[in-house]
């Protein structure tokens, strides 16, 4: 398979030097990538996190690099329709700056305050545009009520699996995640190594493509 993954967390300046972000690692999307390069998978992976043991002679390796939610969705639908799945597994900036200012801002004795405007929804414009036989993943890192949300966004978002997961995995080596799909109950995966959830959701998506000989990747 083609496989593009997307990893890490955007940066949306305010000015040169100040900008929005999260804490994310980027660990779950280069797990992931090394889990589809082990099982001889072809992958994109557009990042904006740095990580030299990924960053080998591998034919099978393409590394995009990336800043803002903006540039990362301008790379997703370069690459979208050449893909046969894409994984989002970055945490891209709900809001950006209405304005990135030139110079740096001043510090003054006042309170600041700055506008902000909703990013491009990158999961949904694949959901929207995928064709019939491709497949595309999402994330949804949720503090409550995380099974319902997490469906929500699968349902909404016309995707073919949800990766479900809280706060407690951002940075973090181990995560607890819960998987669905359109046509499957709840499958929980509880504090394992990032590598190995990676290998897991390979693993199902392996079975979609290979396994079902009418391609029907709605019900993985």
């Known amino acids: 398979m083609r496989i593009l993954i997307t990893a890490g967390g955007?940066?949306?300046?305010i000015d040169p030097v100040r900008f929005i972000s999260n804490a994310s690692s980027g660990?779950?999307?280069y797990a992931l990538a090394r889990a589809a390069l082990k099982s001889g998978h072809k992958v994109v992976i557009?990042?904006?996190i740095e990580n030299?043991?990924?960053?080998?002679?591998?034919?099978?390796?393409?590394?995009?690099?990336v800043v803002t939610a903006a540039e990362m969705f301008k790379a997703v639908k370069k690459h979208f329709r050449q893909c046969d799945c894409l994984i989002m597994s970055a945490a891209v900036a709900d809001y950006t700056p209405v304005?990135?200012?030139?110079?740096?801002?001043?510090?003054?004795?006042?309170?600041?305050?700055?506008k902000?405007?909703?990013t491009a929804d990158i999961l949904k414009w694949a959901g929207k545009h995928k064709k019939k036989d491709q497949i595309v993943v999402g994330f949804a890192l949720e503090d409550k009520a995380i099974r319902n949300r997490a469906a929500k966004k699968l349902k909404e978002k016309?995707?073919?699996?949800?990766?479900?997961?809280?706060?407690?995995a951002i940075g973090a080596d181990k995560s607890t995640v819960q998987i669905k799909t359109p046509c499957s109950g709840w499958m929980k995966i509880k504090n394992v190594a990032k590598a190995a959830i990676a290998e897991r959701i390979i693993a199902v998506i392996e079975k979609a493509i290979y396994g079902n000989h009418q391609r029907n990747?709605?019900?993985?």
């Open 10 to 13: 955007t940066r949306e300046y």
């Open 27 to 29: 660990r779950m999307g």
């Open 46 to 48: 557009i990042t904006t």
């Open 52 to 65: 030299s043991k990924l960053e080998t002679q591998n034919s099978k390796l393409k590394i995009i690099k």
């Open 99 to 114: 304005r990135r200012v030139k110079t740096k801002i001043r510090k003054q004795d006042k309170t600041l305050s700055i």
């Open 116 to 118: 902000l405007k909703p």
């Open 158 to 168: 016309n995707l073919d699996m949800i990766v479900a997961n809280t706060p407690a």
């Open 217 to 220: 990747v709605r019900c993985i």
